[in-house]
């Protein structure tokens, strides 16, 4: 029988990076290429460093990664456990918005609002949502996590005029597109989105909890209603190791 050690590639001492983001990663390529069972039960830590022939410290930050990624649970007195491959996200092809989709699927979403204000726009949303001099929007900046794992950081704006009293709304663990459509009558029908991959400042780093900078995607969104009027511009930074962002397209 093979252990992780025979079919995990070999760490490099002399790399860059660090032995536990290599050990972390050769772990994560074992699960996600199915190498390792679902429900599959991890050797101990001690077991791991034996075989790996590294410190207990450097298995144990790599699975506490694995742990924050979804990829494995831990039971205390029981060990570790392979929970599951990675994910698809489809909120990025859908009018749903993210609270919706995550929870179409039967997952856990918690929100956590850091700002929420009334104030004058940036340039790029002045132009995105077509404001005028002196038009005002309710900018928030939120921190979404799925399942327990700090999955995204958003920063929105919503023309004042649209929301009334949207700043003094509680939000906390709510979905925004529910509020605007229950609260405001407001429906999502079609956005545009833009993507592309970042390196995480040190503040972001720090938010989303990330041991070290990873490759983030950033998602730029501009949502308009039946009208045509831009009702929502948002950019997202969205974690990514233990998921997939999914596009359908159609002619």
């Known amino acids: 029988m093979n252990t992780l050690a025979d079919i995990a590639p070999l760490l490099d001492r002399n790399a860059q990076s660090p032995l536990w983001t290599q050990f972390r990663d050769a772990l994560r390529s074992l699960i996600l290429n199915g190498e390792l069972a679902i429900g599959a039960k991890l050797p101990t830590e001690a077991e791991l460093g034996e075989q790996f022939g590294i410190s207990r410290i450097v298995v144990r930050e790599a699975l506490a990664d694995l742990v924050r990624s979804g990829l494995i649970y831990k039971i205390k007195g029981q060990g570790a456990f392979v929970s599951a491959r990675e994910r698809d996200e489809d909120f990025v092809s859908t009018v749903l918005g993210f609270s919706d989709e995550m929870e179409r699927k039967g997952r856990t979403v918690r929100t956590q609002v850091l700002v929420q204000e009334l104030r004058a726009p940036s340039a790029a949303q002045a132009q995105s949502l077509a404001l005028s ?113 999914h596009v359908k397209t159609t002619t």
């Open 133 to 245: 001099d002196g038009q005002l929007v309710v900018a928030l900046k939120r921190l979404r996590s799925v399942d327990g794992e700090l999955s995204l950081l958003v920063e929105t704006a919503i023309p004042a005029d649209l929301a009334p009293g949207l700043h003094r709304t509680k939000l906390e663990n709510r979905s925004l597109y529910d509020v605007l459509r229950r609260q405001y009558g407001h429906r999502i029908v079609r956005a545009e989105r833009w993507i592309d991959a970042v390196m995480p400042d040190a503040s972001t780093c720090l938010l989303l909890a990330l041991a070290e900078p990873e490759p983030l995607l950033r998602i730029e969104s501009l949502a308009y209603g039946p009208t045509g009027r831009p009702l929502e511009h948002y950019h997202a930074l969205h974690r990514c190791k233990a998921s997939r962002l």
